[in-house]
């Protein structure tokens, strides 16, 4: 008997380990961490759901507590090379760099030819100003892997660093030798031009970058610089808009195209830039001079006294601010007050020099100043950062990305399912029906009302509580029930709950168990197919064959249309495991046949437009998705941009 409830209890905490795995993998971080919770709650002693419970709280940016997690997984085996791994990289997002250290030496001891970790631990000593240890793993690291590019971009920093810029260029040359194909060292390479005013090298090099990193704002920064400093101040405008589509709020892209346009003449737009960096930065003094000369020379005199006032207020010997107040104050009438600013000006000239504000110049014409000095006799240049040098260091890991984080991915969307939650994809006016589950709503009155929703939705700490909560509920009742064959519809409602939290196994076990008492609604066929299907996906992460078991999905989703031939929802889940398998033919067939069911089904639209792009029809694919942004799908639009790109 005690070996009995000894086999039950493993079963079922290596039951929840794979559950909470799950989910982890379909990045739903608080669901799996409840998962843990339960596994430590029951058997304390083991490592593996402390450390996975620290992977689902790194995920979430709770570094603090995942390295918590961490270090009793440690204690508990001090064996397992990447929970030390991973409470390094916690340690980083703290800047604790020496306890990372500290835990990449450990690392190392037990996989001291892994690069990434060697990577790691020199960007920590480089974080530490630590140049010569960092140098010293250099070394080691070009030596036992010559051809790594990253070692030498590395090495070029620290000769940065050190201020040998020509030895760091040699070894970004060599880096890009290796891998050109890496856009942050095209850009690092530019910044040595850009300093060096090889302005025609650095573009060159910035357009590589950006080339393979279209979405890096101060690449597009950069290169209006260099392209500014060659005279094509159409091509520095282009960047400088780019820049700003990609991030609104740019301080830089919005000044210095504010000043470009000065140098064109579009003296309007040119006052709506400043306008966009004052509302950014109130107090920016340069902004507010150059804005009040463009509102002086536009006819807006009142606008410009304003904002002279501004500077004069804050710099009150600002003898041009003065100059120029009075020659406004003439402009519109107030004698007085003008007279006043120069009767100022005129007692300075008693006392020092007076020198006016400088022209342009082909001398000063492409000159720069730091974003931080103040200097009104350089209120025509473009602005640069303080320290533009500055490398943003990108640690190599498993652990990449947040789903918060995430642009758009071109995939196909996820199957439609039986859950506790509605769902609308945008437009208020659509809303997710089948009559099966109102009827199944209607007849069986269930705990929780059902709906039809695509996708799984991430529940709250609390809403994961109350349905698990809702599963004991239900399995009292059905413990309890002398009739199942009467009481059947708890087994299906807890089937449904323990899909909601992702419990796939449990969840078909009762909807086989259901089947057999009850063949006849489409309903638990429906739930089952999508249960194996997510299922199939973790287990093909994994490297698991799934070929039979999607075929076994896809003959649960032909039963459940042969008894309910009307519903779309089920046509589209058809299509999309036929996509898995790369039959997009007939993929298409069933999204068509989904469509034609409910013609406003706009996830419909969607992925018969990704299946039509895959066998090469892009128009045709390209004008569904059209219509699935038409109807509410608005990643739609992010999707067929993508695809023009391309």
């Known amino acids: 008997m005690l070996i009995s409830v000894f086999a039950s209890a493993q079963f079922r905490t290596d039951r929840l380990i794979d559950v909470g795995r799950s989910a982890l993998y379909y990045e739903d971080y608080v669901l799996s ?6 596994v430590i709650l029951m058997k304390p002693y083991l490592y593996e759901p402390w450390f996975l419970r620290a992977v689902a709280k790194f995920y979430l940016d709770d570094y603090v507590g995942a390295e918590k997690d961490c ?15 991973l409470r390094g990289l916690c340690l980083i997002r703290q800047k604790r760099y020496d306890e990372a250290i500290e835990d990449y030496d450990k690392t190392i001891e037990f996989n001291p030819y892994d690069k990434n970790l060697w990577f790691n631990r ?15 793993d250099l070394d080691s690291m070009i030596t036992m892997w010559k051809d790594y590019a990253k070692a030498y971009s590395l090495k070029a920093e620290v000769c940065m660093q050190q201020k040998d810029t020509i030895k760091g260029a040699e070894y970004l040359d060599k880096s890009l030798e290796i891998d050109p194909y890496d856009g942050d060292v095209w850009a690092y390479r530019a ?3 850009l300093s060096q005013r090889k302005w025609k090298d650095a573009d060159m090099q910035l357009s590589k970058a950006i080339h393979l990193k279209p979405t890096a704002v101060a690449n597009y920064v950069n290169r209006a610089l260099a392209r500014y400093n060659i005279n094509n101040l159409r091509g520095a405008l282009d960047d400088y808009d780019k820049a700003i589509e990609i991030d609104p709020n740019n301080f830089l892209a919005h000044y210095n195209r504010g000043q470009l346009r000065v140098q064109v003449g579009d003296d309007n737009r040119a006052i709506e830039d400043f306008n966009y960096v004052i509302n950014l930065e109130p107090d920016n003094v340069m902004a507010i001079y150059n804005r009040a000369l463009l509102l002086e020379r536009t006819g807006d005199i009142y606008g410009a006294i304003e904002d002279y006032s501004k500077l004069i207020d804050q710099y009150p010997n600002f003898w041009a601010g003065l100059s120029n107040r009075a020659r406004c104050y003439r402009k519109v009438g107030m004698t007085s007050k003008a007279e006043l600013d120069e009767f100022r000006i005129f007692k300075s000239q008693m006392e020092k020099h007076y020198g006016r ?13 730091k974003k931080s000095e103040i200097d009104f006799d350089k209120y025509n240049q473009l602005v640069v950062e303080d320290d533009n040098n500055t490398v943003q260091h990108e640690y190599s890991t498993v652990y990449r990305g947040r789903v918060q984080n995430r642009k758009i991915d071109v995939v196909f969307l996820p199957l439609f399912q039986i859950s506790f939650s509605q769902y609308d994809n945008g437009v208020k006016s659509y809303q997710a029906f089948d009559s099966d589950v109102e009827k199944f709503n209607f007849e069986q009155k269930p705990l929780r009302r059902m709906y039809v929703r695509c996708g799984v939705k991430s529940l709250t700490e609390k809403e994961n509580k109350e349905v698990f909560a809702l599963i004991d509920t239900l399995s009292f009742a059905i413990d309890a029930s002398r009739d199942l064959n009467k009481d059947k519809g708890l087994i299906l409602q807890r089937a449904i709950a323990n899909s909601v939290v992702q419990n796939y196994a449990d969840a078909i076990n009762d909807l086989t168990a259901y089947i057999q008492t009850d063949s006849t609604l489409s309903l638990a066929y429906w739930q ?7 299922m199939n996906e973790y287990d093909a992460s994994r490297g698991v064959d799934i070929g039979l078991k999607t075929v076994g999905a896809i003959v649960d989703l032909d039963k459940a ?5 009307n519903n779309a929802y089920l046509y589209f889940d058809r299509g999309n495991l036929y996509a898995t398998n790369k039959d997009y033919v007939r993929a298409i067939d069933n999204y068509t046949e989904a469509i034609r069911l409910d013609s406003n089904l706009a996830e419909a639209y969607y992925n018969r437009g990704i299946a039509y792009i895959n066998i090469g029809k892009k128009d045709t694919g390209i004008s569904d998705l059209s219509k699935a942004g038409e109807l509410g799908l608005f990643d739609a639009y992010s999707a067929i941009k993508k695809f023009r790109s391309k």
């Open 528 to 534: 089952r197919a999508v249960c194996q299907a997510r």
């Open 33 to 38: 961490i409840q998962y843990f919770n339960q």
């Open 71 to 85: 270090s009793e997984a440690i204690r508990l085996n001090p064996y397992i090379p990447g929970i030390f791994e």
């Open 191 to 193: 910044m040595i031009s």
């Open 561 to 565: 249309i042969r008894l309910n031939s």
């Open 357 to 369: 504000q400088q022209r342009w110049s082909k001398q000063k014409q492409h000159e720069v100043r």
């Open 122 to 136: 020199v960007l920590c000593k480089i974080e530490k100003k630590d140049y010569d240890a960092a140098n010293a």
